[in-house]
């Protein structure tokens, strides 16, 4: 099982261009949440997905972010029109159905710079 | 809040020591999970308690949970520079919810 997995591993994006992070969650895992760490600060909530459904996304930004998880394939955090404020490490995890008895699985993160 | 509170802020000990972190929070739970973060990487999950267990043990970890107090607290026991990291206690809602978790220094 090849874990959580998470791509590109570094992103540098100028300042109005896109920035399009994939997450591949764990085989048999069909939540999955995004998060953001700014420098020496904490991980904040941005969304929590379910296959074709966003459950949650009171962390995300109004404005220039949006993400899915479709039925086929990996979910993407897609951030539109970059500021530099955006450049931070993104992590996204993955948990089963039974959240009771099991935590979650973190990816290795990608590491968005704004230039 | 929602979110679990970690406690110390920051704790340095030498190798081969024990150090131990404490956790409170407000909300009712049905478990109560620590991950650890090791500089710039993403986080491991270490241990989960569930809200019907006063103690579990993995390896050199050790966690308590008194759900009468609303509070936890992870033991590493015998600490080797690796373990430097940062700990959590994220409570769980239907998502997880980060505190600022306590900064470990292991000393070599």
């Known amino acids: 099982n090849a874990g959580v997995m998470q791509n590109p591993r570094h992103l540098v994006r100028r300042r109005g261009q896109e920035a399009r992070l994939r997450c591949s969650p764990m085989k048999g895992h069909s939540h999955v949440y995004w998060y953001r760490q700014l420098p020496e600060e904490g991980l904040k909530f941005m969304v929590y997905l379910q296959k074709e459904n966003i459950i949650d996304e009171s962390g995300m930004p109004k404005e220039r972010f949006s993400a899915e998880f479709p039925k086929e394939g990996p979910s993407i955090l897609r951030i539109q029109q970059v500021v530099r404020g955006d450049s931070a490490a993104y992590f996204c995890?993955?948990?089963?159905?039974?959240?009771?008895?099991?935590?979650?699985?973190f990816g290795s993160g990608t590491r968005l710079t704004v230039v | 809040s929602q979110q679990g509170e970690e406690d110390p802020q920051a704790l340095s000990i030498q190798e081969g020591e024990n150090a131990t972190m404490n956790c409170s929070y407000k909300?009712?739970?049905?478990?109560l999970q620590w991950y650890r973060q090791n500089s710039g990487r993403g986080l491991v999950h270490l241990i989960l308690i569930r809200s019907n267990e006063r103690e579990k043990h993995s390896g050199r970890l050790r966690v308590t949970l008194d759900t009468s107090k609303k509070s936890s607290s992870l033991l590493i026991t015998a600490s080797r520079a690796a373990d430097t990291a940062s700990y959590f206690c994220p409570i769980r809602g239907n998502k997880l919810v980060f505190g600022a978790g306590t900064i470990l220094r292991v000393k070599s």
């Open positions: 995890a993955s948990s089963p159905p039974d959240r009771i008895n099991y935590g979650y699985t």
């Open positions: 909300t009712s739970i049905n478990n």
